[in-house]
C-alpha cells in the first residue's frame, strides 16, 4: 500500500511495515517534535514530494466547497495534494482532511480516532438571524458572531 502520511500518523502508529511506499510534505516532518515519534521518523524510509501548485489550488477550492478550507494548514492541504497525486491513501486522525479526502474519492485511514462517517458541507450560520452566510464572520445582519455548523450531510457507505 503506497501512503501519504499526515503529522498523527507519525504519532499514532508503530508498525509502518505493512506499506510498500511512504510519502510525505517536509511541513509534516517540521512538525514532528515529541522523542518518541522523532525517533520513528528517523528509522523510516520515507520520501518527501512537494505538491504541485495546480494540486495546491484544486484543493483549496474543493475545500472552499465543502467549508474545511478554514480548519485546513497549509500542511493539511499539501498532504492532500500529494495523496491525490500520487494515488495514495491518506492516513490522518484529522477529520477535515478525511472530509476533504472522501469528497475527492481519496482513500484515507484513520489511527487514533474514529473514521468520519458522514461527508459534510459546512457554512456559516447566526443563531440570532437563523441565516447562513459563505465566507462572513460576522452576521451582516445583526453583528453576531457565525458558527461553523453542517448545512449538508450525506451518509459515507
Excluded: H
Excluded at 515519534?37 to 520515507?46: I, Q, R
Excluded at 518527501?48 to 465543502?66: R, Y
Excluded at 458522514?118 to 445582519?141: A, E, M, Q, S
Amino acid at each position: 500500500m503506497k501512503v501519504v502520511l499526515d503529522t498523527s500518523a507519525f504519532i499514532y502508529l508503530n508498525d509502518f511495515r505493512k506499506f510498500d511506499e511512504i510519502l510525505t510534505v517536509q511541513e509534516v516532518v517540521d512538525e514532528v517534535k515529541d522523542k518518541v515519534s522523532s525517533m520513528k521518523l528517523s528509522g523510516l524510509n520515507f520520501k518527501i514530494i512537494e505538491p504541485s501548485e495546480k494540486s495546491v489550488e484544486e484543493i483549496k477550492n474543493i475545500a472552499k466547497e465543502t467549508g474545511d478550507l478554514e480548519k485546513l494548514s497549509n500542511t493539511d492541504v499539501k498532504v492532500l495534494a500529494v495523496a491525490k497525486e500520487n494515488n495514495c491513501t491518506i492516513i490522518s486522525d484529522d477529520r477535515c482532511v478525511q472530509n476533504v479526502a472522501e469528497r475527492l474519492s481519496i482513500e484515507y485511514i484513520s489511527v487514533y480516532n474514529k473514521k468520519i462517517t458522514n461527508l459534510i458541507t459546512w457554512k456559516k450560520y447566526c443563531r440570532n438571524c437563523k441565516r447562513f452566510y459563505d465566507k462572513k464572520v460576522t452576521c451582516p445582519v445583526c453583528g453576531n458572531d457565525l458558527v461553523r455548523t453542517p448545512s449538508k450531510s450525506r451518509e459515507i457507505k
